[in-house]
Nanobody, 121 residues
C-alpha cells in the first residue's frame, strides 16, 4: 500500500503564505507525477498543480503565479508553496501521487486525507 500524508495547512490572513508538504510511503518502486487538488464545501475537487517525474509543472489558472509546486525525489515528497492567498483559496487540499509499486509496472494512484487551508478576509 502507498500512503500519502499532508501537512502544513492552517489559518492565514489574505495575502499570507502557507507551505504544504506531502510525503509518500509504502510500496513504492517508482513515483511518477505528484500533484495537489482542493475541494471547497459544496464544490467538486479541482486540480491545482502537478509535477511530473521530469519536473515539468502545470498549474490551474486560478493559482498560476501565486502557487509553486516542487518535489524532493529522495524523500518521496511534494510541496506546494502558496503565496498571496485569497479567501477563495479556502478548501481542503489533497495530495495525489501516481507511480508503480514494483518492477512489473503495477501502477498506483493514491490520495492523502487532506489538510485544511482557511484564508480569512
Amino acid at each position: 500500500q502507498v500512503q500519502l500524508v499532508e501537512s502544513g495547512g492552517g489559518l492565514v490572513q489574505a495575502g499570507g503564505s502557507l507551505r504544504l508538504s506531502c510525503t509518500a510511503s509504502g510500496s513504492i518502486y517508482r513515483l511518477d507525477a505528484m500533484g495537489w487538488y482542493r475541494q471547497a464545501p459544496g464544490k467538486q475537487r479541482e486540480f491545482i498543480a502537478r509535477i511530473s517525474s521530469s519536473d515539468r509543472m502545470d498549474y490551474a489558472d486560478s493559482v498560476k503565479g501565486r502557487f509553486t509546486i516542487s518535489r524532493d525525489k529522495a524523500k518521496n515528497a511534494v510541496y506546494l508553496q502558496m503565496n498571496s492567498l485569497k479567501p477563495e483559496d479556502t478548501a481542503v487540499y489533497y495530495c495525489n501521487a501516481n507511480g508503480h509499486i514494483d518492477r512489473f509496472a503495477r501502477p498506483f494512484n493514491s490520495w492523502g486525507q487532506g489538510t485544511q487551508v482557511t484564508v480569512s478576509s
